[in-house]
């Protein structure tokens, strides 16, 4: 599903992002990269979704080779990744509906497939009761569940979490956690980039540390302390 073969991400002028990073994540996955600020988890998420190309070496997601893909051709890959940020970026006067349709709206689709995808991913994130209410009106834990609907709108084989409970608090934490680990279930690769150790306790798999830009662990299972 993802590989990265001794990839090296370089910025101008010598600043060494990523050094010699080989990993490989199986469909149906649910991975966390964690490390200090700095430690590279970004820019490794930047390389999966094409923000940022390969200095050397090759990364692969869904069999696309990222290094090699045309401007055309990202928004596809793109399609086959849910990305999820820290900053919610709602539209405020939409409803939770409306907010989590827009992704479906803006490539086209029609009025029938919006009715029947929306409720379906908002009753895998339990917010089904509240698709009539705007933002203002959620929590902050359930703004990001309503984030977490529009990114499956497209049902992506992978979902990209970049410091997703970063704003929450304690419990509205474990309610994002909850709703990743069941959309997992239902087998979409879930990569999780975050600092929080209490965060991938909680979520008990596979965790990946980065240090100074170079994995330093590769684990799976059991509690895990972050490796500074």
Sequence with gaps: MIVLDHVTKVYHPN??????????????????????S???????????????????????????DVGALSVHDVPLLRRQIGVIFQDYK???????FENVAFALEVIGASRARIRDIVPQVLRVVGLEEK???????????????????????????????????????????????????????????IILVTHNREVVNAVHR???TLKNGQIHSDQHQGKYALAM
Excluded at 15 to 36: N, P, R, T
Excluded at 90 to 96: A, D, E, H, R, T
């Design 15 to 36: 600043h060494v992002a990523l050094q010699d990073v080989s990993l490989a994540i199986g469909a149906g996955e649910f991975v966390s990269i964690i490390g200090q």
């Design 38 to 64: 700095g430690a590279g988890k970004t820019t490794l998420a930047k390389l999966l979704i094409a923000d940022e190309r390969p200095t050397q070496g090759k990364v692969s997601v869904g069999g696309w």
């Design 90 to 96: 709602l539209l405020p006067k939409k409803s939770v």
């Design 131 to 189: 698709a009539g209410r705007f933002p203002t009106q959620l929590s902050g834990g359930e703004q990001q569940r309503v984030v977490i609907a529009r990114a499956l709108v497209h049902q992506p084989k992978i979902l990209l979490a970049d410091e997703p409970t970063g704003n929450l608090d304690t419990l509205n934490t474990r309610d994002i956690i909850d709703a990743l680990l069941k959309v997992n279930q239902f087998g979409t690769t």
């Design 206 to 208: 596979r965790v990946i």
